[in-house]
C-alpha cells in the first residue's frame, strides 16, 4: 500500500508566487529524493536528500530532510510557466533496497 | 551526468501480440534496474526488480509470465508484454540505480518513459 503521503495533491498559483509541498510518512527514511515529471516523460531528479535536517538547494528549488526523518519538503520560489508539472517525492527506508514513492503533487501555473 | 535510454517511446500494437521495450544505461553499469507502470493522473507503481545474470524479482499482483524481464548485460533491461490486451495500455518506465559520491548513496535515473497502446 501508499506508504508516502504529499499534500497537496494539486495546486494552481500565479506566476511569481512561491510554491511550498511536502512529503510525509509513518516510517522512518534515510533518504528523500525529490521528482519533476512533465507530460509524457519520465521523472527527472531534482534535489536528494541524505541527512535528517539537510537542506538543499537546486536554483530556485529548495528541500529539506526532516528532523524527524519522517518527513520533507520543497519549496519553489518565483514560479514560473516551466513547473507545471508533477512533483513527487521518494523515499527509501534503512536497509532498503527500493525506492518508494508519493502520489504526486500536481503543480499549475496561471501566467 | 548517468543517462537512462528507454525505447520505444511510443508503441501501438494488436491484441494479443507482444512488444518488448528496451531499458539502457548509456554510460554506467547498471546492476539493478527497475521498471514502472503508470496510469494517468497516478504515481509510479513498481511492476519488477531487475537484476543482472539473474531472475527479475516482481512485485505481488504482477504476472511474472505476462511481463517478461531480461537483464542479460549490465547496460540492458528489457520488458516484453506478452498476449498484450486493451488493459495492459499504460506509461512504462524504467530506472536504474546510480551510486556514488563521498557517501556512495545512490539515486534513482529514469528513462524517458514508453506509451504502450493495444488495440
Known amino acids: 500500500g501508499q506508504q508516502l503521503n504529499q499534500s497537496p495533491q494539486s495546486m494552481f498559483i500565479q506566476e511569481g508566487e512561491d510554491v511550498s509541498m511536502n512529503c510525509t510518512s509513518s516510517s522512518i527514511f534515510n533518504t528523500w529524493l525529490w521528482y519533476k515529471q512533465d507530460p509524457g516523460e519520465g521523472p527527472v531528479l531534482l534535489i536528494a536528500l541524505y541527512k535528517a535536517g539537510e537542506l538543499t538547494s537546486n536554483g530556485r528549488l529548495t528541500a529539506q530532510f526532516g528532523i524527524t526523518r519522517k518527513d520533507s519538503f520543497l519549496n519553489i520560489s518565483a514560479s514560473i510557466p516551466s513547473d507545471v508539472g508533477i512533483y513527487f517525492c521518494a523515499g527509501r527506508k534503512p536497509g532498503g533496497q527500493n525506492f518508494v514513492f508519493g502520489p504526486g503533487t500536481r503543480l499549475s501555473v496561471l501566467p | 551526468g548517468a543517462v537512462v535510454s528507454q525505447h520505444p517511446s511510443r508503441v501501438i500494437c494488436k491484441s494479443g501480440t507482444s512488444v518488448k521495450i528496451e531499458c539502457r544505461s548509456l554510460?554506467?553499469?547498471?546492476?539493478?534496474m527497475f521498471w514502472y507502470r503508470q496510469f494517468p493522473k497516478q504515481s509510479l507503481m513498481l511492476m519488477a526488480t531487475s537484476n543482472e545474470g539473474s531472475k527479475a524479482t516482481y512485485e505481488q499482483g504482477v504476472e511474472k509470465d505476462k511481463f517478461l524481464i531480461n537483464h542479460a548485460s549490465l547496460t540492458l533491461s528489457t520488458l516484453t508484454v506478452t498476449s498484450a490486451h486493451p488493459e495492459d495500455s499504460s506509461f512504462y518506465i524504467c530506472s536504474a540505480r546510480v551510486s556514488g559520491g563521498v557517501t556512495g548513496a545512490n539515486v534513482l535515473t529514469f528513462g524517458a518513459g514508453s506509451r504502450l497502446t493495444v488495440l
Open positions: 554510460d554506467f553499469q547498471a546492476t539493478t
